[in-house]
């Protein structure tokens, strides 16, 4: 089929994204809405004396100022924590509330402190300014290891120490005596840096409340709908979360950082229940940096064992992660569930072991980002194998290849209880070196212009599509429309464009003809998530092969009467039923409408992961007189099991690579130690990467069908970002290995690379 699975089909909603026709939250209007506007603490740790409104509430325009005392008036909840875990001592996590107004103490910069709603967007932002805030500043930290340091700020009298959670996978006494027994043992400390997420389109949310029914309407920018509504509701408000519709139009960009609630979507639909009247809320980009879910920020001691032939013998990771200054609903996930089980990445290491301290510290909360997790996992162990190389003489290449895990052990399980389906690493490996002419860069490692080159290998491996359940509906009317239901939520990975190729191929009717809506918990799905961990094509893929399964299925039976034959004789192809040997058939949308209509309803449950890899491969020139680094060439293989487009796949591919490089080479988040001041608040101050940081990226597949799912299918959204940091910073070291700099953390930035080639030089 001409526009079918496995074809390059253009995306369908990309015209109305270019043209400016896309519908996002901040494009819809309300009758008689309102603006709100969100105060914010000034410190990023303190008690708090007063939050004096009076002043506030009688300005022009002004319609209510809420504070934490409101709140606690009107029994509203908390945000919920949804990953809970025991420490590895024994006991629950504590869990301080995370309310949606500060009360008692701010715990970092940006914290909520009060909401604000007036006629008018300016209004509600003069009114604002006119809060007074009194608040007893405390010192700050900002560090993991500072945090847990003897005489440190307490953040939470329910975390003695600053300890959110220690956690371990993994025998630790097993992993010291294998180490101890192994004939080298190379170590590595690494940070891996704090991100802001950045998404092009900032977090906003418009809450409604009918009195009548009284039932609440949640307009926003979500990454799942239902996740929103599932995860929020109930706990803040009490009600039954079947009272809260909640509404995600066009997105802009998720990351991770829009899959879970925040106090300004709680807050939006509490002011709307007393106002009666619609209450909108839009964060600025200055909001962002101090409000969004950041990610990434730890720092990990890491020790590899080697036998005399080089084989791996042991793993050992310990991890000092920031929780930041409330916890998020997956904030304790990514340094846990997410990243060490996948530590010993493609090789075999017999015992693998994770120590994980947890901290609270006096900056915004962290969650997921991009890979959540995994991007932390792949980073650690392709430096800590480049480093491993070096140190024993041998190549990256050929110190990867006598460990990689081989097809024939497949399905092979992991010493952190793992299991890989599929996968030929080495045969994606060899792809990946011989497109991008590994052999060959000995030749242009000398072009006589003074430049530092070299070019690093990241091997990433990831687990996506983790186990839970998804539903899609497809209906078709009598009057020859074909709408498909999903519960997975586009923020611009081209989900339409997939889903409408699958449904068209199933069903043989146009892709013009079929209509995707999503983003609505009204829809009628059986189940519904969201999109995290790269699920929306193996869940909701599974969900729609089921879904266009049944509806064929009452067809065929509507069929098999209209005709009088029997069902098991018919045939079906390119949207015609047909009886062999004759010339009876019927079109699928005659018979929709014969019969007023046809519906299939698909409730697919993945039972296990999948394990998208690959291998990236960057070139680097570094100038030597100033640090800057160029990145002369990327490539990439990888293995995602089937490609349904390969248009829409290159797309987050490359999407990927660009913040995996941004992470890399610019970004950092950074706040002052002592005061817990953002100082990199702005674009002014953090990096992005921008199109001429990067080159044009050569990316090919070599895949090997995942056998978790019946399409076959291995998450690919979040692999881009996952492989590109190894690769990146293992060329640039490479590069400078000439001068004895064996590590650099992320940002490489031109700064921090011209000051270790000085000290390099210098002798330092």
Not at 615 to 623: N, S, T
């Amino acid at each position: 089929m001409k526009f079918g699975v496995g074809q390059p089909f253009r995306r369908v909603e990309d015209l109305r994204f270019i043209t400016g026709t896309g519908r996002f939250t901040d494009d819809l209007r309300y009758e008689g809405e309102s603006f709100a506007c969100v105060v914010r603490a000034p410190v990023a740790h303190g008690v708090i004396r007063a939050v004096e409104t009076q002043a506030a509430r009688a300005m022009p325009g002004v319609l209510a100022v809420y504070t934490a005392t409101d709140l606690s008036a009107d029994a509203i909840g908390a945000l919920p924590v949804v990953i809970v875990l025991d420490h590895a001592e024994g006991g629950r996590m504590p869990l301080p509330a995370h309310t949606l107004l500060a009360a008692g103490k701010v715990r970092y910069l940006g914290e909520p402190l009060a909401f604000v709603v007036a006629e008018t967007a300016l209004a509600a932002l003069e009114a604002a300014e006119a809060v007074a805030i009194d608040i007893d500043d405390l010192p700050a930290v900002v560090e993991p290891a500072a945090a847990f340091a003897d005489g440190a700020p307490l953040l939470f009298d329910e975390a003695p120490g600053n300890l959110a959670l220690h956690w371990q996978l993994g025998d630790i006494g097993e992993v010291d005596a294998a180490l101890a027994a192994s004939d080298r043992v190379v170590e590595l400390e690494l940070i891996n840096n704090r991100i802001v997420v950045s998404s092009m389109e900032p977090r906003n949310a418009i809450g409604l409340y009918d009195g009548e029914t009284r039932q609440f309407t949640l307009v926003t920018g979500s990454q799942g709908s239902h996740m929103i509504r599932d995860f929020m509701f109930e706990g803040v408000f009490g009600l039954p979360a079947a009272k809260l519709r909640v509404v995600t139009p066009d997105v802009g960009g998720g990351f991770g950082m829009k899959a879970i609630p925040y106090p300004e979507q709680a807050l939006v639909l509490y002011a709307a229940r007393k106002l009666g009247r619609p209450v909108r809320w839009q964060s600025s980009r200055a909001e962002a940096f101090l409000s969004d879910t950041q990610g990434r920020d730890n720092a990990s001691r890491a020790t590899l064992g080697l036998d005399t032939q080089g084989r791996f013998t042991a793993l050992k990771v310990e991890t000092l992660a920031s929780a930041g200054g409330a916890l998020s609903a997956f904030g304790v996930y990514c340094p846990t569930l997410s990243g060490p089980p996948m530590a010993p990445g493609v090789y075999r290491i017999p015992v693998v072991a994770t120590d994980v301290r947890i901290a609270y510290t006096n900056n915004a909360p962290m969650d997921a980002y991009r890979g959540a997790g995994r991007p932390e996992a792949a980073y650690l162990i392709e430096r800590l194998v480049d480093k491993a190389a070096r140190d024993i003489g041998m190549s990256p290449i050929a110190l990867r290849e006598i460990n990689m895990i081989a097809p024939d052990d497949m399905p092979h399980r992991t010493a952190t209880g793992v299991v890989y389906d599929s996968g030929d690493f080495p045969a994606v490996m060899k792809a990946g070196l011989r497109a991008a002419d590994w052999d060959g860069f000995p030749a242009r490692r000398e072009r006589g212009d003074g430049a530092l080159r070299g070019i690093g290998l990241g091997y990433y491996i990831e687990r996506t599509g983790v186990p839970g359940k998804e539903g899609a509906v497809v209906q078709i009317g009598a009057d020859g429309t074909f709408v498909v239901h999903v519960g997975t939520q586009s923020t611009g990975q081209g989900h339409e464009t997939t889903y409408v190729q699958m449904a068209a191929q199933a069903l043989g009717v146009d892709p013009e003809r079929i209509t995707v809506k999503t983003g609505d918990t009204d829809q009628p799905l059986p189940s519904a998530g969201g999109t995290v961990a790269s699920r929306s094509m193996v869940h909701g893929g599974g969900a729609l092969r089921l879904a266009t399964g049944a509806v064929l299925g009452k067809a065929s039976r509507e069929v098999a009467l209209l005709l009088a034959v029997d069902e098991r004789e018919l045939e079906f192809d390119g949207g015609v039923f047909r009886v062999p040997g004759s010339n009876r058939h019927i079109g699928l949308l005659e018979v929709a409408a014969q019969v007023g209509g046809l519906e299939g309803i698909g409730d697919f449950e993945q039972l296990a992961g999948t394990f998208p890899n690959g291998a990236h491969v960057c070139e680097v020139a570094v100038d030597p007189e100033t640090g800057h680094i160029t990145v002369e060439r990327y490539t990439v293989v990888d293995d995602f099991g089937r490609t349904l487009n390969p248009l829409v796949l290159s797309g987050q591919v490359h999407g990927g690579i660009a913040q995996g490089i941004g992470q890399a080479m610019i970004e950092r988040t950074v706040y002052d130690p002592d005061s817990g001041q953002l100082l990199s608040g702005s674009f002014m101050d953090y990096g992005l990467p921008r199109a001429d940081d990067l080159p044009f990226f050569d990316v090919s597949t070599h895949n090997v069908p995942c056998t978790t799912n019946p399409l076959g299918i291995k998450g690919a959204g979040e692999a881009g970002a996952i492989g590109a940091p190894p690769a990146f910073v293992n060329a640039v070291m490479d590069a400078l290995a000439p001068l004895g700099i064996a590590h650099l953390d992320m940002p490489l930035t031109p700064a921090r690379v011209w000051q270790a080639i000085r000290e390099a030089k210098d002798g330092v």
